[in-house]
C-alpha cells in the first residue's frame, strides 16, 4: 500500500531528532557551503557589518560563515537541539555576536528589521503569509535557497521503494520564484546543481534514514535497514550517500520590492 506523502515537517520533536544526523559547520573553503558563500557575494551580497536573519538556521553551516562577516546574526530555528548544535560550534571558534531564537517562523514575534535576511532550504517559507513575513523583517537585501524539483538519494531511493512511499517532489524553490513572479517582485535566479557525497558511520546514516522514513509515517525495521546498508559501505566503517540535487538561489532587495 502507497504512502500518502505529508506536509514538510515543521515540527520541534522532528527537527529534535534530526538534528543527531544533520550535518553541521565544517571549515575550509572548499566545501559546498564555502562555494555557496562565494556566488552569494559574486552575486553583490555583502555581509560585512551587517545586522543578519537566519531563518530556519540549523546547525548553522551558514550562520557562522555569516557571522564570521557581520555585524550581528540573529539565528532561528524551531530546534533546541539544532541551536545547541550551533553554540557549541560559534562558542568554539570565539564567535559572540550570534542571538539565538528558539522558535517556529510564524511564532516569532520579533519587530526587528535587518539588512540581510537569509533562508538556505527552510520548511518554514512555504505559505503565502510566511513569505510575506520575509518582506517585513528585511530592509535590504533577501537570500533564499529552496529546491528546485530534485532531491534524490541513491540511499533514500531503495528504502523508499521497499516501503512503498512516494517521495515528495522538493520545489520550495520554484514556488518562490512564482510568488515572486505574481507580487512583481523582482529577483535574480541562479541555479545551482551537482550531487552531494556524504560519508558517515553507520549509526548516523541509519538514523538520518530513520528520520526521512518517519516523515511519512514509516517506522524502519532496524535489521532490515542495517541489512540494507551494507552496500554503501565503501570503505570500512564509512558509508556513503549521494544525493542529486537542483536549487533555486534567489536573491532579491528591499528597495525593489
Avoid at 192 to 219: H, I, N, R
Amino acid at each position: 500500500m502507497e504512502t500518502t506523502p505529508q506536509t514538510p515537517p515543521r515540527s520541534k520533536e522532528y527537527w529534535n531528532n534530526h538534528a543527531r544526523s544533520f550535518p553541521r559547520f565544517e571549515e575550509g573553503e572548499d566545501n559546498y557551503e564555502a562555494g555557496v558563500m562565494r556566488m552569494i557575494r559574486e552575486h553583490g551580497v555583502d555581509f560585512r557589518g551587517a545586522s543578519v536573519l537566519d531563518v530556519g538556521c540549523g546547525s548553522g553551516m551558514y550562520t557562522i560563515r555569516i557571522a564570521r562577516e557581520a555585524a550581528r546574526v540573529t539565528a532561528l530555528d524551531v530546534s533546541d537541539v539544532m541551536l545547541d548544535i550551533l553554540r557549541k560550534d560559534a562558542g568554539a571558534l570565539g564567535l559572540r555576536n550570534i542571538d539565538y531564537v528558539r522558535s517556529d517562523w510564524m511564532d516569532y514575534d520579533g519587530d526587528e528589521t535587518f539588512d540581510i535576511v537569509f533562508c538556505s532550504m527552510t520548511p518554514a517559507i512555504i505559505s503565502e503569509e510566511s513569505r510575506f513575513k520575509l518582506l517585513r523583517h528585511a530592509h535590504g537585501k533577501t537570500v533564499f535557497m529552496g529546491f528546485a524539483g530534485l532531491m534524490k538519494s541513491d540511499v533514500m531511493t531503495g528504502l523508499y521503494a521497499h516501503y512503498g512511499v512516494t517521495p515528495r517532489l522538493f520545489a520550495n524553490g520554484t514556488d518562490m520564484r512564482n510568488w515572486l513572479d505574481e507580487q512583481s517582485i523582482p529577483y535574480a535566479a541562479y541555479p545551482v546543481e551537482g550531487t552531494w557525497t556524504v560519508k558517515s558511520p553507520l549509526k548516523k546514516l541509519a538514523d538520518s534514514c530513520t528520520t526521512f522514513l518517519s516523515q511519512y509515517g514509516v517506522t524502519a525495521e532496524r535489521r532490515h535497514l542495517l541489512s540494507y546498508l551494507a552496500a554503501f559501505e565503501e570503505e570500512p566503517g564509512v558509508y556513503v550517500e549521494r544525493t542529486q540535487y537542483r536549487i533555486d538561489l534567489l536573491i532579491w532587495d528591499k528597495a525593489s520590492a
